[in-house]
């Protein structure tokens, strides 16, 4: 049996969603729904996001309303009645009358362990907050955000060395094959969905810019690297430090402590450069990114702006 689906995304998230539905020939995709083509890049450039890239590449329908609901895309799927509406990281809430036109089933595919991260930056706060691991849970649509009964998860544990972008690509592929296995087992009612615990929810909000300055005085050193690898490459972390800003890319935790001050270079030579966090911890910085300028490996900084950095230099300004 072939079912009829309307597939919603918009980040790279969603591709390999969206290429497994376009492989499988159990499933016809009436249409694939994204956000508006967005400026991007110095240049600004209107850029397509990277679902519609691949839905043109397969032929597919694209929609792109601004805001779904009332929208003339909302109309036309409510008129088709598609067996399934699969969504992976849309960027809209969907209206009840949309979820109540699906035949069999609207399906969510979240980059978390519901009712853990409801809302937009799951993998974000997972890291930011030490988590051992995250994973992705389908589940089925209701008008709150992420709050509808789960179907089915996987768990992926975080590594000492993802951020968001390699934590995504797990995800991505983990969210696939789930979502490709449990497609078949809503369409035959053999599914005995949970629903999530209300005293459990924790939320991840959209990423702010205030979220993304680094705070040496008040973050140990384990915490910079939590924070720094939870928001590269999306939102960069960064800090004022000698009346510049620098985006860090990479560091790694030391396991001596130090009596410096937050901030103070602590050890520098040629190829290295450590720097007192708070609670008497110590950041090796690996990469970073002065403004203005691409990201280097640290020696390339020292043999160039960074030359006259020295020991005992209160370096970082929070």
């Known amino acids: 049996m072939t079912y009829r689906v309307v597939f919603m995304g918009t980040p790279q998230f969603a591709v390999p969603i969206l290429e497994a539905l376009v492989a499988s020939n159990q499933y016809e995709i009436l249409a694939v729904v994204t956000q508006p083509d967005r400026p991007q890049g110095r ?3 209107l850029t397509a996001s990277p679902v519609k890239q691949v839905a043109l590449e397969h ?3 694209v929609l792109q309303p601004g805001k779904i609901g009332q929208s003339e895309a909302m109309n036309q799927i409510i008129a088709w009645q598609p067996d399934f509406i699969i969504t992976a990281a849309f960027g809209q809430f969907l209206p009840t009358k ?23 930056a799951p993998v974000h706060y997972a890291i930011m907050n030490g988590e051992q691991e995250t994973g992705v849970s389908i589940m089925y649509m209701v008008k709150e955000m992420d709050a509808g009964d789960v179907i089915d998860v996987v768990r992926v544990p975080i590594q ?27 369409a035959s009612g053999q599914i005995q969905p949970v629903t999530q615990d209300p005293s459990a929810v924790t939320f991840s909000p959209n990423i702010s810019h205030e979220q993304q300055q680094l705070h040496f005085k008040d973050e140990t050193a384990q915490q910079l690297d939590w924070h720094i690898r939870g928001l590269y490459p999306t939102h960069p972390a960064y800090m004022q430090a000698g009346g510049q800003r620098f985006k860090l890319v ?6 001596e402590s130090t009596d ?12 290295t450069l450590t720097v007192a966090a708070a609670n008497h911890t110590q950041l090796l910085i690996l990469r970073l990114q002065p403004a203005g300028k691409p990201a280097m490996d640290i020696a390339a900084y020292l043999n160039g702006g960074g030359r006259d950095l020295s ?5 970082v300004e929070d």
């Open 260 to 271: 410096q001050e937050p901030g103070t270079i602590v050890a520098k030579d040629k190829k």
């Open 160 to 186: 000492d060395d993802d951020n968001v972008g390699t934590m995504f690509e797990k995800l991505s592929l983990a969210g696939r094959d789930l979502l490709m296995a449990t497609l078949p087992k809503i």
């Open 98 to 120: 949309l979820l109540n036109s699906v035949k069999i089933a609207a399906v969510n595919t979240h980059a978390s362990l519901l009712p853990k991260y409801r809302g937009g």
């Open 250 to 255: 990479a560091v790694k935790v030391l396991k």
């Open 311 to 315: 020991v005992g230099q209160a370096w």
């Open 43 to 45: 240049k600004k450039t």
């Open 59 to 61: 032929d597919l329908l």
